[in-house]
C-alpha cells in the first residue's frame, strides 16, 4: 500500500522549495525533516515524502555505461592551481575516429553523480567529447549519495575547485581528440562555475549556463565567449543576480540569450528528481545543442 501511495503523490510547491533550500545548504537536514514533517498526514509518512523529493538515479538514467552510442572512461588530469591530481568521465561517440568539439560538463554542490555522468553521455551522443571533471577526485569521490557528496564538496577549497574546473576546459582545448574548440555547461553550482569559465578562460568558445549564480558585473569585460543561460521561474535565489549581470553583458556588447522558463523549479533539467519539467527540459537542451552546433563546429 506504501508503494502504491507514493507512485501517486505530487509534492507541493513549498516542498520542492523546502528540498531546494537543504539540497543548497541553507537548512541543514534536521530543520529539513523538522519543516517537512508537517505534510505527514493522511497515512502518508515523512520517509514517503523524503524518498519522493530525492533524487532517483536507478530509474532516470537515459543512456547507460554500456550503451553503443557512446565510448566512456574515467581519466585523470594534472591541475597545478587547484588539487595537482584531478579526475573526471571523458565519453566520446562510438565509432567517431576525428577530432571531435569538446563540451566540459560541471556537476552541482555535490560531485559527479550518476546523472551529471548521464547529461555527458547525452552530450557525447550528440556528436560532441564530453568531459565531466569530479570535483570530490581529491576527496575519494562522488561517495554513492547527493548528502554525502555535499558534505565532502563544501569541504574543499571554492578557489581550488574553481581553477579544478579551468584546468578541464585547458585540458579539453589541448586534447588529441579535440578540434580545440570548447563549451562549458553546467547546473546550479555548475551554472555558476560555466558563468565563471566565460569570464575565466578568454578563449572558450561557448558558456551554457544553468540556474548558476551570475557573474559579478565587473567581471562582464573579461568576458568573450557567447552565452545561452537557462533560468528556472520560480527560482528567487539565483534569478535575483541576473538583471544587473544581463544590464553588464549589454552594456559591454556581449553576446548573450536569457531563457526563463516560467513554472519551473530550480533543477528543472533533473529527470531523476520531482523538480523535472519534461518539455522545459527537452526545450532548453535543444536550444544547448543547437547553440554549441553553432559555436563549436
Not at 507541493?12 to 523546502?18: F, G, K, S, T, Y
Not at 505527514?40 to 514517503?48: H, I, Q
Not at 569585460?221 to 544587473?244: K, M, Q, T
Request: with cysteine; proline share 6%.
Amino acid at each position: 500500500m506504501e508503494a502504491l501511495a507514493l507512485d501517486t503523490l505530487k509534492p507541493r510547491a513549498e516542498m520542492l522549495d523546502l528540498y531546494n533550500d537543504y539540497a543548497h545548504d541553507i537548512i541543514d537536514r534536521r530543520t529539513f525533516l523538522d519543516r517537512l514533517s508537517k505534510y505527514a498526514v493522511g497515512g502518508v509518512t515523512l520517509a514517503m515524502l523524503t524518498q519522493m523529493l530525492t533524487p532517483n538515479y536507478a530509474t532516470a538514467l537515459q543512456l547507460g555505461e554500456d550503451d553503443s552510442r557512446i565510448e566512456g572512461q574515467r581519466i585523470t588530469y594534472v591541475s597545478p592551481k587547484g588539487a595537482g591530481t584531478m579526475g573526471g568521465y571523458l565519453v566520446r561517440p562510438a565509432g567517431v575516429t576525428g577530432r571531435l568539439p569538446a563540451v566540459v560538463v560541471v556537476h552541482e554542490n555535490r560531485g559527479l553523480n550518476p546523472h551529471i555522468a548521464d547529461v555527458a553521455r547525452r552530450t557525447a551522443a550528440a556528436g560532441f567529447m564530453a568531459f565531466a571533471p569530479d570535483a570530490l577526485y581529491p576527496v575519494g569521490g562522488y561517495p554513492g549519495t547527493d548528502d554525502a557528496g555535499r558534505v565532502l564538496q563544501s569541504g574543499r577549497d571554492s578557489a581550488q575547485m574553481m581553477e579544478d574546473f579551468v584546468a578541464a576546459v585547458q585540458l579539453m582545448q589541448s586534447h588529441a581528440g579535440s578540434t580545440g574548440k570548447v563549451g562549458v555547461t553546467g547546473f546550479c553550482y555548475g551554472g555558476g562555475v560555466s558563468n565563471q569559465m566565460a569570464v575565466r578562460v578568454p578563449d572558450l568558445a561557448a558558456a551554457v549556463p544553468y540556474y548558476g549564480a551570475a557573474a559579478k558585473p565587473e567581471e562582464v569585460a573579461a568576458i568573450r565567449a557567447p552565452l545561452l543561460v537557462h533560468l528556472a521561474g520560480s527560482d528567487e535565489r539565483v534569478n535575483a543576480g541576473y538583471p544587473p549581470y544581463e544590464a553588464a553583458l549589454k552594456a559591454a556588447g556581449k553576446s548573450a540569450t536569457v531563457h526563463t522558463y516560467a513554472g519551473t523549479q530550480h533543477g528543472f533539467h533533473n529527470d531523476t528528481t520531482p523538480r523535472f519539467d519534461p518539455e522545459n527540459a527537452r526545450l532548453s537542451w535543444t536550444r544547448t545543442l543547437e547553440f554549441f552546433s553553432e559555436h563549436l563546429t
